[in-house]
C-alpha cells in the first residue's frame, strides 16, 4: 500500500478540516483552535484546543475499540491530524444526556444536575443555517434521513456509546453529564460513529467537585478552558498507551 499523502480540502467544519488523501476509503482530520458557541455567534482562538481535541479524541476513540465500539477512527497522523474512515454524514446530532444541563434546562422544568434515567436521546438536524433544530419523531421520518432499520441502530449504537464512555469516564474520576455524536455511512451503507468525542463535544465534570472541564467554560466566560481540556487529556492519557499511528 502506498504511503498515506493529504490530498485536497473536502470539508471544512467549525473546529475541523477533512481533506482527501490518496487513499480513497480514507480521509485525513485537522483538528483546529477555533472555538465557537451558540451557533458560532461567539467565536475565539485558542491557541492548544486543536492539539488536546485531537489527543483526546484519538484516545477515547481507541478506548472504545478496545471495549467493542467501532468508530471511523483508523489511527494519528502528525500531531493534530488524524486518519479516518471516508464516510458519507448522516447530517444528524444525536444527543445523549445522563444529568441534565445546557438547553434542556432552558428549554423544561428540569433542574440542571437531575439524574436521567435511562439517558435521554435527542436527534437534532444537522444545519447551522437552521440553527441545528431539535427534531420529532415525526419530523425525521418526514426527513426520511433513516431507514427504519437505521433509526433503531443509531440509537443502540448511542447507547452503547454511552454506556462504555460512561465506565472510561467513571476510570478517571469524571463524570459524563451529556454528549453529541455524529454517524455517517460507509460504502457499503454500514452506519459507523464519526465525528469526534471531546470537551468540545461532552459536558465533563470533575467527579469530586463538579468543576466544569469542558466547553461549557467558554460559553460562560468562566476561563481556564484550554487548561481544563488540558486536565482532561491528562486524565485519558491514563487510560493507556500513546495513540497508533495510522501505517
Ligand atoms: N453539542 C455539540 N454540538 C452542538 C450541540 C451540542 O457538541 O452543535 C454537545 C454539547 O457540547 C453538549 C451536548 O451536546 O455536550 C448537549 O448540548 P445542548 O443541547 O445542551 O446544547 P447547548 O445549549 O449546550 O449548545
Same mark, same amino acid.
Given at each position: 500500500?502506498?504511503?498515506?499523502?493529504?490530498?485536497?480540502?473536502?470539508?471544512?467544519?467549525?473546529?475541523?478540516?477533512?481533506?482527501?488523501?490518496?487513499?480513497?476509503?480514507?480521509?485525513?482530520?485537522?483538528?483546529?483552535?477555533?472555538?465557537?458557541?451558540?451557533?458560532? @455567534?461567539?467565536?475565539?482562538?485558542?491557541?492548544?484546543?486543536?492539539?488536546?481535541?485531537?489527543?483526546?479524541?484519538?484516545?477515547?476513540?481507541?478506548?472504545?475499540?478496545?471495549?467493542?465500539?467501532?468508530?471511523? $477512527?483508523?489511527? &494519528?497522523?502528525?500531531?493534530?491530524?488524524?486518519? =479516518? @474512515?471516508?464516510?458519507?454524514?448522516?447530517?444528524?446530532?444525536?444527543?445523549?444526556?445522563?444529568?441534565?444541563?445546557?438547553? !434542556? &434546562?432552558?428549554?423544561?422544568?428540569?433542574?440542571?444536575?437531575?439524574?436521567?434515567?435511562?439517558?435521554?436521546?435527542?436527534? $437534532? $438536524?444537522?444545519?447551522?443555517?437552521?440553527?441545528?433544530?431539535?427534531?420529532?419523531?415525526?419530523?425525521?421520518?418526514?426527513?426520511? !434521513?433513516?431507514?427504519?432499520?437505521?433509526?433503531?441502530?443509531?440509537?443502540?449504537?448511542?447507547?452503547?456509546?454511552?454506556?462504555?464512555? @460512561?465506565?472510561?469516564?467513571?476510570?478517571?474520576?469524571?463524570?459524563?453529564?451529556?454528549?453529541?455524536?455524529?454517524?455517517?455511512? &460507509?460504502?457499503?451503507?454500514?452506519?459507523?460513529?464519526?465525528?469526534?468525542?471531546?470537551?468540545?463535544? &461532552?459536558?465533563?465534570?470533575?467527579?469530586?467537585?463538579?468543576?466544569?472541564?469542558?466547553?461549557?467554560?467558554?460559553?460562560?466566560?468562566?476561563?481556564?478552558?484550554?487548561?481544563?481540556?488540558?486536565?482532561?487529556?491528562?486524565? =485519558?492519557?491514563?487510560?493507556?498507551?500513546?495513540?497508533? @499511528? $495510522?501505517?
Amino acid at each position: 500500500m502506498k504511503e498515506l499523502e493529504i490530498g485536497p480540502l473536502l470539508h471544512e467544519g467549525k473546529a475541523k478540516k477533512v481533506f482527501h488523501t490518496n487513499h480513497k476509503a480514507v480521509v485525513a482530520v485537522q483538528f483546529k483552535d477555533d472555538a465557537t458557541a451558540f451557533n458560532a @455567534q461567539k467565536k475565539a482562538q485558542l491557541a492548544g484546543k486543536g492539539l488536546l481535541n485531537w489527543e483526546i479524541s484519538a484516545r477515547l476513540f481507541e478506548a472504545l475499540e478496545t471495549r467493542g465500539v467501532a468508530s471511523h $477512527y483508523l489511527g &494519528c497522523l502528525e500531531p493534530g491530524w488524524m486518519a =479516518v @474512515q471516508a464516510l458519507k454524514i448522516v447530517p444528524l446530532e444525536v444527543v445523549l444526556r445522563n444529568l441534565a444541563a445546557g438547553s !434542556l &434546562c432552558k428549554q423544561l422544568p428540569i433542574t440542571p444536575g437531575s439524574s436521567l434515567q435511562p439517558a435521554l436521546l435527542d436527534l $437534532y $438536524y444537522k444545519d447551522d443555517a437552521l440553527g441545528d433544530p431539535l427534531l420529532t419523531e415525526a419530523r425525521l421520518e418526514l426527513l426520511a !434521513l433513516l431507514e427504519p432499520a437505521e433509526r433503531v441502530q443509531l440509537e443502540a449504537k448511542s447507547r452503547d456509546v454511552n454506556r462504555v464512555l @460512561q465506565q472510561i469516564f467513571v476510570e478517571i474520576n469524571i463524570t459524563l453529564v451529556d454528549f453529541k455524536l455524529e454517524f455517517g455511512r &460507509c460504502d457499503a451503507g454500514k452506519l459507523l460513529l464519526a465525528d469526534e468525542i471531546s470537551p468540545d463535544t &461532552c459536558r465533563l465534570w470533575n467527579q469530586s467537585d463538579q468543576r466544569v472541564l469542558d466547553k461549557d467554560r467558554f460559553r460562560k466566560d468562566l476561563g481556564g478552558v484550554v487548561e481544563a481540556y488540558g486536565e482532561v487529556l491528562k486524565r =485519558v492519557q491514563g487510560l493507556g498507551p500513546t495513540p497508533r @499511528q $495510522y501505517r
